[in-house]
């Protein structure tokens, strides 16, 4: 048997809000543009880890199986929410911004470390990428403002 890969657009989010209340925020607020949203549960295997399959109705829903995350005539698809307790992530990077207004000089980039303990890393699987699609910009916009 052949597994089919879906290709979607995928954008990584790391945040201390929790999954039990960020999402029912997130829920809201997509619904409060579109009440015939369609959200299911995907199986869940891991302890504190959620994903979602999230459609705009059940026609969208159901092109899905035959389409994956490709958007529709108006630009909408249905698109995934993957949430994931993390206990420690560790990012190299470089910092390239001030780290006060005041000072007028610019400083040359330096490598850095962030470490984040107890953090939740929120992934959207988009039906197109936020720079091309109105729709999933909007997605992505609502999540973070859920988040904040």
Same mark, same amino acid.
């Given at each position: 048997?052949?597994?089919?890969?879906?290709?979607g657009?995928?954008?990584?989010?790391?945040?201390?809000k929790?999954f039990?209340?960020?999402f029912?925020a997130?829920?809201?607020e997509?619904?409060?543009?579109?009440p015939?949203?369609?959200? @299911? /549960? !995907? +199986?869940?295997i891991?302890?504190?880890?959620?994903?979602?399959? *999230?459609?705009? =109705? #059940?026609?969208?829903?159901?092109?899905?199986?035959?389409?994956?995350?490709?958007?529709?005539?108006r630009?909408e698809?249905?698109?995934?929410?993957?949430?994931?307790?993390?206990n420690?992530?560790?990012?190299?990077?470089?910092?390239?911004?001030k780290?006060? @207004? /005041? !000072? +007028?000089?610019?400083?040359?980039?330096?490598?850095?470390?962030? *470490?984040?303990? =107890? #953090?939740?890393?929120?992934?959207?699987?988009?039906?197109?990428?936020?720079?091309?699609?109105?729709?999933?910009?909007?997605v992505?916009?609502?999540?973070?403002?859920?988040?904040?």
């Amino acid at each position: 048997m052949t597994e089919t890969i879906i290709p979607g657009n995928d954008y990584s989010i790391i945040s201390n809000k929790g999954f039990e209340e960020f999402f029912p925020a997130f829920v809201d607020e997509l619904k409060a543009s579109n009440p015939q949203l369609v959200v @299911e /549960e !995907v +199986e869940r295997i891991e302890e504190e880890v959620y994903e979602y399959f *999230i459609a705009n =109705d #059940t026609q969208t829903h159901d092109d899905y199986e035959e389409h994956g995350y490709a958007s529709n005539a108006r630009g909408e698809g249905c698109f995934t929410i993957l949430a994931r307790r993390v206990n420690n992530l560790e990012y190299k990077m470089e910092v390239m911004n001030k780290a006060e @207004e /005041e !000072v +007028e000089e610019t400083i040359d980039p330096y490598p850095a470390v962030l *470490i984040l303990h =107890d #953090t939740w890393n929120y992934t959207l699987v988009l039906p197109a990428a936020v720079e091309n699609s109105a729709y999933s910009q909007q997605v992505y916009d609502k999540a973070i403002k859920a988040l904040k």
